[in-house]
């Protein structure tokens, strides 16, 4: 008898005609396909991610959010998850796009709060983003189900301490002021808080913006590439066109160094436009700088802690850094540990009175207590034991 022919186990497609719609910003192809032909808007591709998700990272915010709102409308599925975990709301916060976040935390059939592989919710996203707007909608859904906002990743991190270590200081303090974020918690990579991620991020900006401004201009041009198609270049497939090889002029050399952009100074100006519209959300509140306001937030929940709890702080560098106390006690030398007659000592003296030890006492001490019995064939044991022990 022959034996049934096993097939191979089915593949996952590439990608869908409704996925490659959403890639190119077809938005009437989208309606297209969804509202006429009517294909299934929640396919995966080789990725595990749907329709909906793709047009969550799309760069044009105005046609993602018409994608999303036709997809929604057809029934998407909002917890759906790709290979990486992530769920459509996760790749909204992440991309910055505050209209799609907000469409999708109107359904009530999402759980805002899943983590991903790495153990990173769409409040951490929002805070690695930079969006005050978006962290301000996710912290006000998590007050209104009871959410903690304290929830670590795999690596320990907070979403208030991912806040401060990308130097998004706005987001921060609004998780700060609006929730009770803790921020004394220590990440478990480099067991830094708050207050020190906000310094380094600090430095490291400032170094950032000095070499950028010392090398204003270059001293050699990068390879020149040509222009492609959005289609060639997308996560399913590499760019494969060749750069150029048309030698370089000095004509040419001259006008891509002038049309190099300048750096601006970062300070409030008398523009009527909001910061995050002039691109700059986390770095004033009101035209106040925010890395100061955070600083005496921090400050004032320290103190505040300290009244309530009644330990007091001899400064901000009352406790030094985990790694510099690890290195402090690899330096230094281990004691020697007390072997068990030292400990027997050590206890004997503490919890026992001398006279209890003594030779000559020792019977009688047991005679006057009820340790020993008074009268019977046991008593007269115990004494001949008695004089026993004091023959030797």
Not at 351 to 365: C, E, G, I, T, V
Request: charged fraction near 25%.
């Amino acid at each position: 008898m022959m034996e049934p022919l096993q097939l191979p186990p089915a593949k996952r497609l590439v990608k869908t005609a409704l996925h490659q719609a959403v890639l190119d910003g077809r938005l009437h192809q989208v309606r297209l396909l969804v509202a006429k032909h009517g294909v299934r808007v929640d396919p995966k591709d080789m990725h595990g991610r749907t329709p909906l998700m793709l047009a969550c990272m799309l760069d044009n915010e105005e046609r993602a959010l018409k994608m999303a709102a036709i997809l929604l409308k057809a029934g998407a599925y909002l917890s759906a998850r790709d290979s990486l975990g992530r769920t459509a709301l996760s790749y909204a916060s992440l991309n910055r796009h505050k209209a799609i976040v907000s469409s999708i935390l109107k359904e009530d059939i999402l759980d805002v709060n899943e983590p991903d592989n790495d153990g990173n919710t769409p409040l951490h996203h929002a805070a690695i983003s930079g969006s005050p707007a978006i962290v301000r909608m996710l912290v006000e859904t998590f007050n209104k189900f009871g959410l903690s906002t304290d929830n670590r990743n795999k690596l320990g991190y907070t979403p208030l301490l991912l806040a401060c270590k990308n130097g998004n200081y706005v987001s921060a303090y609004t998780l700060l002021t609006l929730t009770k974020s803790l921020p004394a918690l220590r990440d478990n990579e480099f067991r830094m808080s708050a207050r020190e991620w906000i310094q380094k991020s600090y430095h490291r900006k400032k170094h950032f913006v000095e070499r950028s401004l010392v090398s204003s201009a270059p001293t050699s041009l990068p390879p020149p590439h040509t222009l492609s198609f959005s289609r060639e270049y997308t996560m399913y497939q590499p760019c494969v066109t060749p750069p150029c090889q048309h030698p370089v002029t000095p004509r040419a050399t001259q006008l891509c160094r002038t049309a190099r952009p300048t750096l601006k100074p970062l300070g409030p100006s008398t523009d009527s436009s909001t910061d995050e519209e002039k691109g700059l959300p986390e770095v004033f509140i009101e035209k106040s700088n925010a890395r100061q306001m955070l600083l005496e937030l921090i400050d004032e929940l320290e103190s505040k802690q300290s009244q309530v709890t009644g330990k007091t702080s001899r400064g901000r560098l009352s406790h030094p850094p985990t790694p510099k106390l690890l290195a402090l006690s690899r330096r230094g030398k281990r004691g020697v540990p007390h072997d068990v007659v030292s400990l027997f000592k050590i206890y004997s003296d503490q919890y026992y009175p001398d006279d209890w030890r003594s030779p000559k006492s020792n019977a009688h001490l047991a005679r006057e207590e009820w340790l020993l019995p008074q009268n019977g064939p046991a008593a007269n044991k115990v004494d001949k034991d008695l004089h026993t022990t004091d023959a030797l």
